[in-house]
């Protein structure tokens, strides 16, 4: 036994919130949503019971259910589908806004009108072939799109989910995806830097191809730990130390996260040169974004840096259209580090420590421990990836005119829940 019919909020990108309901037809099925035009939901119901009593609380009574109707605020925080999921596990603002912007651009264009239960496998797997020659309107004019099969995989699965929870709904009998296989895997594969091309990168005086210091160490410190991108906005000055930086959040679209990725913490070891980096901009920045503008309030955008990097790899004669091919971006010094750290010598553990990466091996509350006499493998790994020769502390010190006695070992560690250091 269920109601007449239920209300829920939407939030609109603006900020705006307003009040939407569900109906029931005469087969006892979730039909809608509906707006009501309302922000409060004391008015919300009053209107639904005024249309309950008009007998119009379903609209067009005889319309069948639309794929645009189904679709409406499904991938918002606060739909059924996305409160069912929240309830099994974490749904991230990263994961919604592509899901929107997929249901947007690629979905409702061709099944916004089509009632849900006449949706065919058929159609759908024209749909997906199609994706190879998309004719879509840009600017006004139309362009034929060439999406690789993986963009085309991707969005398929969002349409699965969708019609997964359709069937769950009781809106239609069987999802039509079930029939359908995703198009062969064709990523391009990706190419990394030499190390030649990398030591052309960062020569001693970074100016001649570089155009800003800051993008230049935001692209050092990556080339170094192959941390992501939003870690390296994410970075405080409050976490860069004499030996290490501590690795705890991360900055995107959507603002500062006091996470990663994994929701794993992790202390990472860093070469004396590239903390004095850090610390250059720690003095600018106080305990605030180390990559900031602003006296550390709010971190530079990644455009910035990706386009630096650009920049840079022109001027070592690498042209744009190479650096494409061989998918030469901010993401692959990940691909780098790893590659040129495991080159080297380094176990796999010691890798993913630096890097942040989980092994499939991996079970829930392992976490890695690296022996601290290990520790020198990473700093030895960094200086060649450098092109720097051995250098102690003790000398590097003296060269700054300070001389510090003894050195102090830590233990690498992946960590979760609150910051330490």
Not at 125 to 146: D, P
């Amino acid at each position: 036994m269920h109601n007449d019919f239920t209300l829920f909020t939407r939030t609109y990108p603006n900020g705006t919130k307003v009040v939407f309901y569900h109906a029931y037809d005469e087969d006892g099925r979730r039909v809608g949503p509906w707006t009501t035009n309302s922000q409060s939901r004391t008015l919300a119901r009053n209107y639904c019971n005024k249309l309950l009593r008009a007998g119009e609380l379903i609209p067009n009574k005889n319309k069948k259910v639309t794929f645009g109707d189904f679709s409406v605020g499904f991938w918002e925080r606060g739909s059924e589908y996305i409160q069912n999921q929240e309830s099994r596990g974490e749904i991230t603002d990263t994961y919604l806004s592509n899901c929107q912007k997929m249901l947007a651009n690629q979905i409702l264009p061709f099944f916004k009108d089509t009632p849900l239960r006449k949706i065919t496998s058929l159609e759908i797997n024209s749909w997906l072939l199609g994706f190879k020659n998309r004719e879509m309107v840009k600017g006004g004019e139309k362009v034929v799109m060439h999406y690789q099969n993986t963009y085309a995989n991707t969005v398929f699965g969002t349409l699965n989910v969708m019609l997964t929870e359709a069937v769950r709904q009781n809106l239609i009998p069987i999802n039509p995806c079930d029939k359908v296989k995703r198009l062969k895997n064709d990523k391009r594969k990706r190419e990394i830097l030499t190390p030649l091309e990398v030591k052309k990168l960062f020569p001693a005086n970074y100016k001649k191809v570089w155009n800003n210091e800051l993008a230049y160490i935001a692209n050092r410190l990556g080339s170094l730990t192959g941390m992501r991108i939003g870690e390296i906005l994410g970075l405080r000055g409050e976490y860069v130390f004499e030996k290490h930086i501590y690795v705890c959040g991360q900055y995107g679209e959507f603002g500062y996260k006091d996470y990663t990725k994994t929701k794993e913490n992790r202390k990472i070891p860093l070469m004396l040169e590239a903390i004095a980096l850090l610390k250059k901009l720690k003095i600018k920045n106080g305990k605030g974004f180390v990559f900031s503008l602003d006296g550390g309030a709010t971190p530079v955008s990644n455009t910035m840096i990706r386009r630096a990097l650009e920049d840079a790899l022109l001027a070592i004669g690498i042209s744009g259209e190479e650096a494409k091919r061989r998918r030469l971006t901010l993401h692959g010094w990940r691909h780098f580090v790893n590659t040129d750290m495991l080159r080297q010598g380094l176990t796999t553990e010691q890798v993913q420590a630096v890097t942040g990466h989980k092994s499939k091996e991996m079970t829930d509350g392992n976490y890695n421990h690296i022996d601290p006499t290990e520790i020198a493998d990473v700093i030895k790994a960094q200086r060649a990836i450098a092109g720097k020769k051995k250098q102690t502390a003790k000398k590097t010190a003296k060269k700054n005119g300070k001389e510090k006695s003894g050195t102090k070992t830590f233990t690498l560690v992946k960590t979760t829940g609150r910051r330490s250091a």
